[in-house]
Every structure is written in C-alpha cells, then in structure tokens.
C-alpha cells in the first residue's frame, strides 16, 4: 500500500493486438514501478509528438472511482477516433480497481490519470525495436498532491481562434480529443493569471462558448441545465454528464446547444465541472454570478456518494 502509485499498463492485455514478443504479463494488466524513476522515453510518440490522449479520474476516499465507467467508455472512443488498437474496457477497469486496492492515501482525493500513446516512434533506431504500433500506457494514482477545491472562480473570455463550424469543417483537427498536448491550454491558464483571473473561457472567433483550460462550461437559466453542444469541437466533459445527471434526479430540464457568450453571461448561475467536481462560478469578465454553496456541496456528495442513482441518469457515448 503507497500514498503514490505508479505503473506502465501491459499494451497486450488492454488493447486489441497481440502481446509484444517478450513483453511483460500481468494478472492485473499492469506492471508497478518507483515512481520516483523516469519512467517515459523520448522516442515515444507521446512525448516527442505528444501523439496520445489521457483520462483523468477523481477517486473519492481513495476509493471510489467517479464517473469510471464514463471515462472508460471515452477511452475506448479516442482509441477508435485516433485509430489506434481498439482498447479492451473490461481489462483498462480491471487495472484501475487495482491500483486504487493499492492505493492508501487515507482520506485523500486523488486523481487516477491514465495515459495512453501512439507508441514508439518507428522512425527512429529506438522505435524499430520496440514493437512500432503498440500503445503504451501509464497510469499514477498520487495522494501526496495538491487536493481539490471548490472556492468560486473568475473566469476571462478568450478568443479560441477558429469559428464554431470548425470541428465540422475541419475534423483531422481533432477538436474533441482530451490529448495529450495542453500547450495551448497550460498559455491560456498563464494568460488568465495575468488577467488577474483563475481560469480562461474559451470563446470562438463567431462568439460561440467553448470551454474552459481543464473543465466544461455548464449555466443554469430558471430550472434548465445548458451546456455548449461538444460537437463544437470540445471534449464531452463526464463531471458535466454528472451534473446533468443530478439535474434529472431534481426534475430539471438539461439541455446541449451552441451558447454564445452573450447569453451564458446572461446566466442565473455558472459553474465549471471537470475532474469529478463541480465548481462555482462568481464572474467571467465583468459579470458577476451568485454563488449557491448549498446546491454545490449537495452536488458533489450526490456525484461522489450517490453513484447507483446518478448512472440511471448518465449520457452514454
């Protein structure tokens, strides 16, 4: 038992392809490592392309996995949008329940981050030799890090760049993806502290809402949910699915669609959701939002503790 665990995931017992010659087995389909070694190479896709995507898993306690079967459901979708070896959903759950059985971080919250790439680069000397087209996989669970919060955020409107028709027109861009690239997002995050503000709002060059650097974007208006449709090009947030689920069990309408930034300011409230957490928030820009404290503390004890109830609710990919 460990307060940060670490492994590499067995390529030939999670994906859809046959084990590499010579490779690790495991009964767990993973294999623990020191996690204060190195554990990436250079001549991974991953790393050098940042040619892959991850997942990243509240575990409430230490012990229960949020939104898992969401996630794993997602998983298995990159897989097939980045074609890649089909991953087995049945074998990445089995690996999770035992790193979390691994994990002793009392009553830490921690993330479980999963980390799947295109592999070895077969351009290189390196990469020839091991086993070119295999994903590789990691994944950490590490109670030692800093907790979540739910303390109000300020949030700053910031052009995305493209307009809201550009997933549509342009899908190579792969807008939807959680990828492993957070070049744009981790600026943006910089850019909203010179702002003076906690987090970015991304918005399209046509005045669409998109999302924030690590979250979805959701606003109540009255008694309905909205949140932007993620065939914009944004990813299909679960904590967002979560929060529309708790919204059901409450007899609230939910509802996806293009939000321009006019109107999600127009909000009666607004929250970020990401990582198994929803998160008030007080402004973005120079508009400023009630804060209910009570709706977002009962929120997450239903998301975190109510799981049987919320998956009756839950939109499936």
């Known amino acids: 038992m460990a307060s940060i665990v670490l492994a590499r995931g067995v390529a030939g017992e999670l994906f859809d392809v046959d084990s590499p010659k010579g490779g690790p087995t495991s009964e767990s389909h993973l294999v623990y490592a020191d996690p204060n070694l190195f554990q990436v190479s250079c001549f991974d896709l991953g790393f050098?392309?940042?040619?892959?995507?991850?997942?990243?898993?509240?575990?409430?306690?230490?012990?229960?996995?949020?939104?898992?079967?969401?996630h794993l459901e997602r998983l298995v979708?990159?897989?097939?949008?980045?074609?890649?070896p089909l991953a087995?959903?049945?074998?990445?759950?089995?690996?999770?329940?035992?790193?979390i059985a691994r994990f002793d971080g009392k009553s830490r919250d921690p993330m479980l981050r999963i980390f799947i790439s295109r592999g070895f680069d077969?351009?290189?000397?390196?990469?020839?030799?091991?086993?070119?087209?295999?994903?590789?996989?990691?994944?950490?669970?590490?109670g030692e890090g800093t907790e979540h919060?739910?303390?109000p955020l300020s949030l700053s409107s910031i052009s995305s760049g493209r307009p809201s028709d550009a997933a549509k027109l342009y899908p190579y861009l792969l807008l939807g993806i959680k990828s492993m690239s957070y070049l744009v997002n981790m600026s943006a995050e910089r850019e909203a502290a010179r702002r003076g503000a906690d987090d970015v709002v991304f918005e399209t060059t046509d005045g669409f809402a998109l999302e924030c650097t690590h979250a979805a974007i959701v606003a109540r208006y009255g008694s309905a949910w909205v949140t932007p449709d993620p065939s914009i090009g944004i990813v299909w947030s679960t904590s967002q699915r979560e929060l529309f689920a708790y919204a059901k069990r409450l007899g609230m309408e939910t509802r996806y669609e293009k939000l321009s930034m006019e109107r999600l300011k127009k909000a009666d409230e607004v929250y970020e959701t990401r990582g198994g957490w929803v998160i008030p928030v007080k402004q973005i820009d120079d508009v400023k939002f009630p804060v209910n404290e009570e709706f977002v503390k009962e929120a997450n004890l239903a998301i975190h503790y109510e799981q049987p109830e919320q998956e009756k609710y839950w939109e499936h990919e």
């Open 77 to 84: 979708s990159h897989t097939r949008t980045l074609e890649l």
């Open 88 to 99: 087995k959903i049945g074998a990445f759950r089995e690996a999770c329940r035992d790193m």
């Open 48 to 70: 050098s392309r940042g040619d892959g995507f991850f997942e990243a898993i509240s575990v409430i306690d230490g012990k229960i996995p949020v939104s898992l079967d969401l």
């Open 149 to 151: 919060s739910t303390k």
């Open 122 to 142: 077969p351009k290189t000397g390196i990469g020839k030799e091991h086993n070119p087209g295999v994903p590789s996989v990691w994944m950490y669970m590490d």
